[in-house]
């Protein structure tokens, strides 16, 4: 018995040692770990709500750049002929140049519908254009017209002739004439 007792003397210490050991490490460090990682996410959470109340903050900055941008967008728009199609662009083209000629007193003798050119998301639309003008000044009224015209038309070329040479005043004018489209 008194071999047990010691024995017992031995062990029950030991066993309270170890068991404390055992509370410690399975019960003590991962309350530890458990509560950093609870600061963690807390903390990323902070920083989450920091990040939404700074954006919510811009949201009437982002709202007025958003406005220009519109601004700019509709302005930038009608320099352009907007269509369904680039044939109605260059019909549009066309229109819009004879009711040039024809309100300065000229007359058309012929147009043509050139091929597009790609050009990014919008399209070169290229007509060739002859006309009789009755003088030079016709000539200049029409070139202004045609220079200071919204959408915007380019002359990229123009030959002018004297109709009849004895008796100056009539032109025949070619022009070629593009104008940016934003049809498909």
Avoid: W
């Amino acid at each position: 018995m008194k071999q047990r007792s010691r024995l017992l003397v031995y062990a029950v210490p030991v066993i309270v040692v170890l068991a404390g050991l055992a509370v410690y490490q399975y019960g003590f460090v991962n309350a530890r770990r458990e509560m950093a990682s609870l600061r963690e996410t807390g903390a990323a959470r902070e920083r989450a709500l920091a990040k939404c109340a700074e954006m919510i903050a811009e949201k009437p900055e982002l709202e007025k750049r958003l406005g220009a941008l519109k601004e700019k967008r509709k302005t930038s728009a009608s320099k352009i002929i907007e269509a369904q199609t680039l044939t109605l662009c260059a019909a549009v083209l066309q229109e819009t140049v004879k009711s040039i000629i024809t309100g300065r007193g000229g007359s058309i003798t012929s147009e043509r519908v050139e091929k597009a050119e790609e050009l990014g998301k919008l399209r070169v639309v290229t007509i060739t254009v002859d006309a009789a003008l009755p003088d030079t000044r016709a000539l200049s009224d029409i070139l202004f017209g045609i220079e200071t015209h919204e959408p915007y038309i380019v002359v990229r070329e123009m030959d002018t002739r004297v109709r009849n040479f004895r008796e100056p005043g009539e032109l025949m004018v070619k022009l070629r004439l593009s104008s940016l489209g934003g049809g498909k």
